[in-house]
């Protein structure tokens, strides 16, 4: 059983910059593909950047593509989502997920682990 914990978020305004973090435990951590979702409120929980096991693969949602960086440290059983130039519709709650697999998804539906989430808030 994985456990994931994220940390990082806060309130910025926009333009600015943070990093979450997600510390995973309970699993090989460098087996699991790592992904970031996030939900606004209102909205459904939306993908935004996922990681393969080594780091060498990644891929990201259109709307944070060059702005956003997702990397991981195996030796810290930790991933990381910097996130800069941020703007108000990136205000959400950010969820930090894995599934044991090689797919480097998109979908809920294919990340069985997930974190409790951590609020991003973006002021104008």
């Known amino acids: 059983q994985v456990q994931l914990v994220e940390s990082g978020g806060g309130l910025v305004q926009a333009g600015g910059s943070l990093r979450l973090s997600c510390a995973a435990s309970?699993?090989?951590?460098?087996?699991?593909?790592m992904g970031w979702f996030r939900q606004a409120p209102g909205k459904e929980r939306d993908f935004v950047a996922a990681?393969?096991?080594?780091?060498?693969?990644?891929y990201y949602a259109d709307s944070v593509k060059g702005r956003f960086t997702i990397s991981r440290d195996n030796a810290k059983n930790t991933v990381y989502l910097q996130m800069n130039s941020l703007k108000p519709e990136d205000t959400a709650v950010y969820y930090c997920?894995?599934?044991?697999?090689?797919?480097?998804?998109?979908?809920?539906?294919?990340?069985?682990?997930w974190g409790q989430g951590t609020q991003v808030t973006v002021s104008s």
């Open positions: 990681i393969s096991w080594s780091g060498g693969g990644t």
């Open positions: 997920a894995a599934h044991f697999g090689s797919v480097i998804g998109t979908t809920m539906a294919l990340y069985p682990y």
């Open positions: 309970g699993g090989t951590f460098s087996r699991y593909v």
